[in-house]
């Protein structure tokens, strides 16, 4: 009853005339970004910090929210119309969704995404609001030692537990915990890896970092690929945007049950969108009555990765907000956004900033019912974006991208970092590392950083706290498992293997 | 130039791993004089970079050893040139943004990412980049009340 309340009063916050633009603003820009390949929410939202800095809080995270949930929508479109998908996570949607299109279905594809998203938007986002709160209570009781194991499991869960290599996801998450020691100490006010240049003393701006790892690396893989950057064809629309019978009575379930893994993926600290598309897709494709449909074009395989993918940027606000742990490099940055706002995302902010939380929450279900219109209706519009020449689309993303640097901080330091770090991330691409570790890392490395010294400074520099507190020590368990389970698993399913030979 | 694929060594992986040790030894040293300002204290400055470092030399090491045996995954051909457009674009942009002006170093940071996606039409693509450029100066600096570095051509606005 008394989250109702609030969300009544979130959802006052939520239609004023300003917040509603707002609102609207970013589910096109999320839209936008989700349609063009090469640039996503992650890096939209770095570029609006430094022009978002003056501006009301609850009304720019209103915003960014909208972002992140409309590059979930429109990442759907250019996987099924082009089969490269705008987003990682709609990567499983091009499987099913570019067959359907090139068969003449293109039209109930997109409204099984969009609709989907909706569904799988909407529940999510009511489980937020049931969960949160709930959660903001019990974590009031955290220490600061049980802030510094959570963190670990996040560092862990998001570098080493899914991804394609433990040794290369950790070593990107040491590169970001190493770019985010960069700047004076905020305990003793010492610099640190600053080398005497006084740019460097406020630490690696935020910005400056996504737009290298995003932006400027990205290019720089794409246009290094060898005849691979022209081979795209836009499918036409073809086919009603109505689903029949039939498509609605072979898409429910998916959506259900894309949600049912988005949603906790999201939640947990468990590395984004990705784990819970590729999970959705095997169980439909395992579940389904057509399965020789499947690499065909079959409806269900596009119907519960998009539910999947919505669900899990609403589960990615569970511990965002209610611990401030981010679980993706969009809700990392995200994190950023607060922190220019001097909100610090955890239990408190639901007491001190009760308008700021709710008023976003109850946005979010604005947000979803505003995407459902952008994205269906007027779907034929963003599918215009995709005809840009490729040459200018990344061109003007460089010229964007970089002036966003230089409003956060115009100095020819930035531009210089911009293209150091940008070789970087190439690098990195060209290797196989993924990149959402070192954002994860650069954020949230200086806050496990300050728990831990925290921690240790009550206990009078005795480590053994970190497992004497009963909740600590059972994050820190959890974080040793994520880290060895992967192989365990490998190594008992390989043995099962054999034992059937 | 692809290596890797269990087939010996893969050089390029095992320069990954000496960077990431020289990092690592980077690291250190620099947090060497941190160290002697708070003496022993565990609490001090100094803990979180000498963790960090130990890190970056566990998984350089972990990864020079990956390269010797060649167990990253294999790479394709990749066309250097684009690359070389889009940094030259850049590093010509931070050479002229505050002689020439915002304006013409975004244009030929446009141009020379264009290039790099196989645009031969250079001097088209100069002239959108600068009407882009020009139109995001005016926004930015007249509307939002944000700046930007300028140079010659922002004088004549």
Known sequence: ?501 | MSGGGGTGADRPVIAIGAGLIAVAAIVFWQSWALRASFGSQTLGPQMMPFLVSLLLLLFGSLTVVAGWKGTFPTREEADWTSVAWITGGLAVMILLIKTAGFVPACALLFASTARAFGSRRALVDVGIGGLMAAVVYLFFVRLLGLSLPSGFTESLF
């Open chain 1, 1 to 501: 009853m008394e989250t109702l309340s609030l969300l009544g009063n979130g959802l006052a916050i939520a239609v004023q005339p300003m917040n509603l633009l707002f609102a609207l603003v970013g589910v096109i820009l999320g839209t936008a970004v989700g349609v063009l390949p090469g640039i996503g929410p992650a890096m939209t939202v770095a570029l609006l910090l430094p022009i978002t800095f003056k501006m009301d809080p609850a009304g720019s995270l209103i915003m960014f929210a909208g972002i992140y949930y409309g590059g979930m929508y429109g990442g759907s479109t250019t996987s099924i119309l082009l089969n490269t998908p705008g987003e990682s996570s709609s990567i499983v949607t091009a499987l099913e969704g570019n067959r359907m299109a090139r068969a003449g279905r293109g039209g109930a594809a997109l409204a099984t995404a969009a609709i989907g998203s909706f569904v799988a938007g909407t529940i999510a986002t009511a489980l937020l609001t049931i969960f949160a709160p709930f959660l903001a209570e019990v974590a009031i009781a955290f220490g600061p030692e049980d802030y510094f194991a959570l963190m670990l499991v996040a560092f862990i869960t998001v570098s080493a537990t899914f991804g394609s290599s433990r040794l290369r996801g950790l070593t990107s998450l040491a590169i970001g915990l190493t770019l985010g020691l960069v700047g004076i100490d905020k305990l003793t006010g010492q610099a640190r890896l600053s080398f005497g240049v006084p740019d460097l003393l406020d630490g690696l701006e935020v910005t400056t970092v996504a737009v290298a790892m995003f932006a400027v690396g990205e290019a720089m893989a794409v246009a290094s690929q060898k005849g691979g950057a022209d081979d795209g064809k836009v499918e036409p629309i073809r086919g009603s945007l109505w689903m029949t019978k039939e498509d609605w009575k072979r898409s429910w379930l998916p959506w259900l049950r894309g949600t049912a893994f988005g949603f906790p993926i999201g939640a947990l600290p468990a590395g984004g969108a990705e784990v819970p598309t590729f999970l959705s897709y095997a169980t439909e494709k395992r579940l389904s009555k057509h399965p020789e449909e499947f690499g065909h074009g079959a409806i269900e395989g596009v119907a519960g990765p998009e539910a999947a993918n919505n669900a899990s940027a609403a589960g990615t606000l569970v511990p965002l907000l209610t611990l401030g742990i981010p679980t993706s490099a969009t809700a990392a940055i995200m994190l950023a956004g607060f922190q220019q706002y001097n909100l610090q995302p955890g239990p408190l902010l639901f007491v001190t900033s009760a308008d700021v939380v709710w008023g976003l929450i109850a946005s979010l279900f604005i947000a979803n019912t505003m995407l459902i219109v952008l994205n269906l209706p007027l779907v034929g519009l963003w599918v215009r974006l995709l005809s840009i020449p490729r040459p200018w689309l990344y061109g003007g993303i460089l010229v964007f991208a970089t002036v966003g640097v230089l409003a956060a901080k115009g100095s020819l330091v930035e531009l210089t970092l911009v293209l150091v770090l940008g070789l970087l991330a190439f690098a990195m691409r060209r290797f196989d590392y993924p990149i959402a570790p070192v954002v994860v890392g650069m954020i949230l490395g200086p806050m496990a950083e300050t728990q831990l010294r925290r921690a240790l400074q009550i206990s009078n520099g005795d480590a053994t706290v970190l497992l004497t507190s009963p909740i600590s020590a059972t994050l820190l368990v959890v974080a040793v498992v994520a880290l060895f389970g992967p192989l365990l698993w490998a190594r008992l399913g390989w043995r099962m293997k054999s034992d059937e030979d």
